[in-house]
């Protein structure tokens, strides 16, 4: 049986690889699947306290968050695709085209 402190271990890994991706790097594509890992990273950390606990909210809750993950991607796939559109760059520095 897997301890509960190597699933926390992995997510901690994963978040902090997820936390350098959005912090370091300016694509906003690289930035939108760090933050999805970042996510992941929580949903890990839901069922294994979950099946620790032997409750099942913490893996309800992880699949709502999977859901939610997945209308964050797709909304966020629609910004770049709008974004691409009117300029050839995804640097997050230069995203000002959707202000007024």
């Known amino acids: ?36 890992i970042m996510m992941n990273a929580a949903n890990i950390n839901l069922v294994a306290f979950s099946h620790y606990l032997e409750s099942m909210a913490g893996q309800l809750t992880a699949l709502f968050f999977i859901a939610v993950a997945a209308g964050e991607a797709a909304v966020g796939l629609a910004i770049i695709i709008v974004v691409f559109r009117g300029k050839v760059s995804t640097n997050v520095d230069e995203m000002n085209v959707l202000k007024w």
């Open 1 to 36: 049986m897997v301890p509960l402190s190597a699933y926390v271990a992995v997510s901690a890994v994963l978040f902090m690889t997820g936390l350098l991706g959005v912090l370091i790097r300016r694509n906003f594509i690289i930035v939108l699947m760090s933050v999805e």
